[in-house]
């Protein structure tokens, strides 16, 4: 059997990989071929190397409490250059002040009294607003609601506006008062069933937790990167797969129906004929590939945020009169800046910078407010260094700035996003059997997310090849 990988982001690499290892330890009649369009792996990994700096154009790390890429680094021989992260913490800019975020604060949610009562974030209404969790009735809701909606419900306005939603909007870069709660944090819900409040439940879990931590305890850094960049797991995967199996340069054009399989033809004009085809790009170019498949307009209606990332390199004399308290700030003042946040990457990750130098990486873009990512690189920085300047004391420009724009990369799970997925899942078994979709387009945009389910997509698919056999 012929099994086709189209995308060489880290899902595409993470299916690959397993696809690989199965069908040798089972002995299995089966063969994989990963296609990429571009000339290298990584999707939006991408670590870039200049001046002694160590930038991450893409993501950063990745959380610690979920396995997949604890698992997939041991796998590949990268378990010993797993790195915490050095700095601890961060810093909410609020009406014009920089604020610690409240000790015990899980994702916003307050589960230690006393740093919360003491934060300088919340009026006192907004604290005793919160509060009325612990006395509010479950919610009562079935059907999908947003993030947002969620929030506000159990926490206020304030909590919401202030702390969750600069929180979340980092890792999503989208309006969480559209985001799906089922797609995005089901497990906020069944807190709310099962405990009635959701600071009872956060706390509850978090005792939970400790008690089950093998890993990295609660009281560890959340974060986890790779000693030399998230590009040296990229690279370690790529070692691991058989050399005639990684095809870089090919870009899919169309997927077609055959009575015995899928035809793919190729930009170059080649086709090649597969049984079984797994797709991990990005959802918005699946109607290209696809052009008869019912299921292409749910896929165009999921929008995706546009977003830039700014990374800059200072002297350290630059930075002597600035506080860097933490891993660095969120925005939640977004009308008055173009930034929605700032990495003190030089002290969150020690080993990205020279001796006596700091890099600082500032986030542009947010929904409605994508055309900053249009702009020259020059303006681009210009506007980040005037935001960094009315935040805090930096002296003069950056010795040397690197800007990475991020088109339509941020899929959007918005309001009933499982229900589309599932539809759109149906719809393929329907019509074009033998091609599947998965990644962060579907079911969960961050590293560990994303490797999961390109092992699961492997599992899935080869246990087809095993029952035909």
Same mark, same amino acid.
């Given at each position: 059997?012929?099994?086709?990988?189209?995308?060489?982001?880290?899902?595409?690499?993470?299916?690959?990989?397993?696809?690989?290892?199965?069908?040798?330890?089972?002995?299995?009649?089966?063969?994989?071929?990963?296609?990429?369009?571009?000339?290298?792996?990584?999707?939006?990994?991408?670590?870039?190397?200049?001046?002694?700096?160590?930038?991450?154009?893409?993501?950063?790390?990745?959380?610690?409490?979920?396995?997949?890429?604890?698992?997939?680094?041991?796998?590949?021989?990268?378990?010993?250059?797993?790195?915490?992260?050095?700095?601890?913490?961060?810093?909410?800019?609020?009406?014009?002040?920089?604020?610690?975020?409240?000790?015990?604060?899980?994702?916003?949610?307050?589960?230690?009294?006393?740093?919360?009562?003491?934060?300088?974030?919340?009026?006192?209404?907004?604290?005793?607003?919160?509060?009325? !969790?612990?006395?509010?009735? &479950?919610? @009562?809701? $079935?059907?999908? /609601?947003?993030?947002?909606?969620?929030?506000?419900? %159990? *926490?206020?306005?304030?909590?919401?506006?202030?702390?969750?939603?600069?929180?979340?909007?980092?890792?999503?870069?989208?309006?969480?008062?559209?985001?799906?709660?089922?797609?995005?944090?089901?497990?906020?819900?069944?807190?709310?069933?099962?405990?009635?409040?959701?600071?009872?439940?956060?706390?509850?879990?978090?005792?939970?937790?400790?008690?089950?931590?093998?890993?990295?305890?609660?009281?560890?850094?959340?974060?986890?990167?790779?000693?030399?960049?998230?590009?040296?797991?990229?690279?370690?995967?790529?070692?691991?797969? !058989?050399?005639?199996?990684? &095809?870089? @340069?090919? $870009?899919?054009? /169309?997927?077609?129906?055959?009575?015995?399989?899928? %035809? *793919?033809?190729?930009?170059?004009?080649?086709?090649?004929?597969?049984?079984?085809?797994?797709?991990?790009?990005?959802?918005?170019?699946?109607?290209?590939?696809?052009?008869?498949?019912?299921?292409?307009?749910?896929?165009?209606?999921?929008?995706?945020?546009?977003?830039?990332?700014?990374?800059?390199?200072?002297?350290?004399?630059?930075?002597?009169?600035?506080?860097?308290?933490?891993?660095?700030?969120?925005?939640?003042?977004?009308?008055?800046?173009?930034?929605?946040?700032?990495?003190?990457?030089?002290?969150?990750?020690?080993?990205?910078?020279?001796?006596?130098? @700091?890099?600082?990486?500032?986030?542009?873009?947010?929904?409605?407010?994508?055309?900053?990512?249009?702009?020259?690189?020059?303006?681009?920085?210009?506007?980040?260094?005037?935001?960094?300047?009315?935040?805090?004391?930096?002296?003069?420009?950056?010795?040397?700035?690197?800007?990475?724009?991020?088109?339509?990369?941020?899929?959007?799970?918005?309001?009933?996003?499982?229900?589309?997925?599932?539809?759109?899942?149906?719809?393929?078994?329907?019509?074009?059997?033998?091609?599947?979709?998965?990644?962060?387009?579907?079911?969960?945009?961050?590293?560990?997310?994303?490797?999961?389910?390109?092992?699961?997509?492997?599992?899935?698919?080869?246990?087809?090849?095993? @029952?035909?056999?």
């Amino acid at each position: 059997m012929k099994i086709a990988v189209i995308g060489g982001g880290i899902t595409g690499l993470s299916a690959a990989y397993y696809m690989q290892k199965e069908i040798l330890t089972e002995q299995l009649d089966a063969h994989v071929e990963l296609f990429e369009a571009n000339e290298e792996l990584g999707g939006k990994i991408r670590t870039h190397k200049e001046q002694g700096y160590l930038i991450e154009r893409g993501p950063d790390s990745f959380l610690a409490r979920k396995p997949g890429v604890f698992k997939l680094a041991k796998e590949v021989g990268m378990d010993e250059e797993i790195v915490p992260n050095d700095a601890k913490g961060a810093s909410i800019l609020s009406k014009g002040r920089m604020h610690s975020m409240p000790g015990g604060a899980v994702m916003g949610i307050p589960t230690k009294f006393a740093p919360f009562a003491a934060s300088s974030l919340f009026s006192p209404a907004a604290k005793a607003r919160a509060a009325m !969790d612990l006395m509010l009735p &479950r919610g @009562g809701q $079935t059907a999908d /609601e947003s993030v947002g909606g969620f929030f506000r419900r %159990r *926490l206020g306005h304030a909590v919401v506006d202030q702390l969750i939603e600069p929180l979340l909007s980092g890792i999503y870069a989208g309006d969480i008062d559209h985001l799906s709660l089922e797609a995005t944090f089901p497990q906020f819900r069944r807190m709310e069933e099962e405990d009635r409040s959701l600071i009872k439940g956060m706390k509850k879990s978090q005792a939970a937790s400790k008690e089950k931590q093998e890993g990295p305890s609660a009281e560890q850094a959340m974060f986890r990167s790779f000693k030399y960049g998230l590009s040296s797991l990229v690279d370690a995967i790529h070692r691991h797969l !058989d050399e005639d199996a990684v &095809r870089l @340069g090919c $870009t899919l054009s /169309e997927i077609s129906r055959e009575s015995d399989g899928l %035809r *793919l033809t190729f930009a170059d004009g080649t086709t090649d004929w597969f049984d079984r085809v797994l797709l991990t790009v990005p959802h918005h170019l699946i109607p290209e590939m696809i052009p008869s498949f019912s299921g292409n307009e749910r896929l165009s209606e999921a929008p995706a945020t546009t977003v830039a990332t700014v990374a800059m390199g200072f002297d350290q004399t630059q930075l002597d009169d600035i506080t860097l308290e933490g891993t660095g700030f969120l925005v939640a003042d977004k009308a008055n800046y173009d930034i929605t946040a700032c990495t003190f990457t030089h002290r969150k990750w020690s080993h990205t910078a020279p001796e006596g130098k @700091g890099l600082l990486r500032t986030y542009v873009g947010r929904p409605g407010q994508e055309d900053i990512v249009s702009e020259s690189d020059e303006t681009i920085v210009e506007r980040a260094v005037n935001d960094l300047k009315r935040i805090m004391p930096l002296k003069g420009e950056p010795e040397f700035s690197v800007v990475t724009r991020w088109r339509n990369s941020m899929p959007q799970y918005l309001v009933g996003h499982k229900d589309k997925v599932q539809a759109i899942e149906t719809h393929l078994e329907e019509e074009f059997p033998g091609l599947y979709v998965t990644g962060a387009s579907f079911g969960g945009i961050g590293l560990p997310d994303c490797v999961t389910q390109g092992e699961k997509a492997a599992y899935n698919l080869l246990s087809l090849v095993q @029952g035909q056999s």
